[in-house]
């Protein structure tokens, strides 16, 4: 602890060490850059993953055929048991799920699984429906309504051309 420490009060920012003013400073002389090689010239930077010229991790693993990570479909998914929770002749779709609480995972299209009983009349409108969840429902008194999946492109919209 010295005096700067003590007067500091908690202020924002540390001082900053200053590289170059003498063997004393403890960074002197190089600067904290060592002697001769690329990180002590001007202008020495590393690409992320370089590994001083050693073949580099991404290339030494192997990589084989295909995945389809970047293109998949993601849903939110519900089983009909949860859908218990709503009341007689409710209106169930995705953003209902979501203010209900039932599902912390929240995308833009919903797919209701047959995990489970129901026996309330609900109007579920969702984007895909398992054949089990679906005959469950309506066995119920109550019906699906499949949603399209994909949106309306801005291309096929009308517009005022004249």
């Known amino acids: 602890m010295d005096l700067r420490t003590v007067c500091a009060k908690g202020t924002k920012y540390e001082k900053?060490?200053?590289?170059g003013r003498g063997v004393g400073s403890g960074s002197g002389k190089t600067s904290g850059r060592g002697h001769k090689g690329r990180g002590a010239r001007s202008g020495a930077s590393r690409r992320a993953g370089y590994e001083g010229g050693q073949m580099p991790l991404y290339r030494r693993v192997p990589k084989r055929g295909f995945t389809n990570a970047r293109f998949r479909t993601d849903y939110t998914i519900i089983n009909i048991d949860a859908l218990g929770a709503f009341d007689d002749g409710a209106t169930v779709d995705l953003s209902v799920i979501l203010e209900?609480?039932?599902v912390s995972l929240n995308t833009n299209l919903l797919k209701v699984l047959g995990n489970g009983e129901i026996s309330k009349k609900l109007t579920v409108r969702?984007?895909?429906c398992s054949a089990s969840a679906k005959a469950k429902i309506e066995a119920a008194g109550g019906s699906v309504e499949i949603l399209s999946a994909k949106?309306?492109?801005?291309?096929?919209t009308p517009s005022n051309e004249a």
Do not use: D, M, V, Y
């Not at 900053?16 to 590289?19: P, T, V």
């Open 100 to 102: 209900a609480g039932l």
């Open 16 to 19: 900053r060490n200053r590289i």
């Open 126 to 128: 969702t984007h895909k």
């Open 151 to 156: 949106p309306t492109p801005a291309s096929e």
